[in-house]
């Protein structure tokens, strides 16, 4: 049967495998961890990142990532945005074909502003890929490990790309859409993950779900009017990569930011919250990012600069909180128009 090399045996890429080996592939698990590959190959368990879910037996983890890439068409990248440059300048020294990158990370470096597949673009060697595909959506691992419905998008400039990768990971449980807009797309995946840190402050200070629904709405509006100003379309943040995967991440324990977020709103340190989950919170580096990002394209993002002040500058959660809820009044609809003009004007 044909292999597919996942790098990364976190969560989600531990999910992901699962899929594909559903689907019949022979999967090669990447992690740099010996003692979790022989977790995986001997127990068919990943405790750590997956609690209780059985491993099917033709997914192998290895920590030899030549071995792991040796001959695959298809490799699915799943590590933190912060290894991803990394990763990619090791594979540079491991492959020997041309391959599709798929990649499942949601982030935008700080510094540089950049999205995951312009990072890979700039550190992989343009001879070993022929494409670089997102998925993305709204998609707890756990869920997806226990064969829940879900359903994601692959996005490409590339369509017939695209449905390559649909074809290897859709199956009745796990359905996939394609996308043309790989701005729009990235954007919202990672974006999503600061409102999320702003749903759980609004939780762990004990408010309600009218201040929740109103944080996720104006986190929209947000997300759309910095996504629509790198290009993005508009539309993509009313789809799955948008409105889906901000429900699902504002709104579940299973999502990391959300938990930190949470804890951050009972008055916990942001440095003791990162030490007591033990896994990445991307919406924690992606603030940084956004809120710079901010700056430079001159966009408003009110809920991004606060959730910035609560993490990097100590600012007390409940104070944050009343600021954006004391703000200057404005039409709802402002936002909308403006978004649709700056579309029309491109």
Known sequence: ?????????????????????????????????????????????????????????????????ESVVKDVRHVVLVVPTKAIREVC????????????????????????????????????????????VVLSGPSHAEEVSLRQPTTVTVSSEQLEKAEAVQDLFINRQFRVYTSPDVVGVELGGALKNIIALGAGISDGLGYGDNAKAALITRGLAEIARLGTSMGANPLTFSGLTGIGDLIVTCTSSHSRNWRAGYKLGQGHKLEDVLEQMGMVVEGVRTTKA???????????????????????????PRDVVDQLMTRIRRHEMEDLTNILDEQRND
């Open 1 to 65: 049967m044909e292999a597919v090399a996942v790098l990364g045996a976190g969560s989600w890429g531990t999910a992901l495998s699962i899929v594909l080996a559903d689907n019949g592939y022979d999967v090669r698990l990447w992690t740099h961890r010996s003692s979790l590959a022989d977790e995986i190959n001997n127990k068919r368990t990943n405790e750590k990142y997956l609690s209780g879910i059985t491993i099917p037996e033709n997914i192998q983890a290895e920590t030899d990532l």
């Open 89 to 132: 300048h090791e594979l540079n020294g491991v492959l020997d074909q041309t391959v599709t990158i798929t990649h499942a990370a949601k982030g935008i470096e700080p510094e540089t502003y950049k999205r995951v597949s312009e990072m890979i673009r700039e550190e992989l060697k343009a001879e070993l890929y022929d494409d670089v």
């Open 290 to 316: 956004a809120y710079q990002l901010s700056n430079t394209q001159n966009v408003e993002m009110p809920i991004t600069k606060g959730i910035y002040k609560i993490l990097f500058d100590q600012e007390d």
